[in-house]
């Protein structure tokens, strides 16, 4: 577990997801890796709740979380 690590707000830019953690790091992982996400309307992935003093986002409309340690783990996106 990244103990420092918290996720304090969430945008989207192009392909990509862009998660603010509170100790000013900026993590961008491609949005093809949550397919609930990159399928969803704008207005859906606007939609979140930060949870778990910011350890994950959940996205209650698309059945989504992501977790602060899944975005910090190196990991090959699906279908590769």
Do not use: K
């Not at 862009?18 to 992935?45: C, E, K, N, Q, S």
């Not at 949870?51 to 996205?59: C, K, L, P, S, Y």
């Amino acid at each position: 577990m990244f103990v420092n690590a918290r996720i304090c707000d969430v945008t989207f830019a192009c392909s990509q997801v862009r998660f603010a953690l509170g100790d000013d790091r900026i993590v961008m992982v491609p949005i093809d890796w949550f397919p609930a996400l990159a399928l969803a309307t704008p207005g859906d992935r606007s939609n979140y709740q930060i949870e778990d003093d910011g350890r994950a986002v959940v996205w209650p409309h698309l059945d989504e979380r992501v977790t602060v340690d899944g975005i910090m783990v190196t990991r090959t996106p699906p279908g590769f």
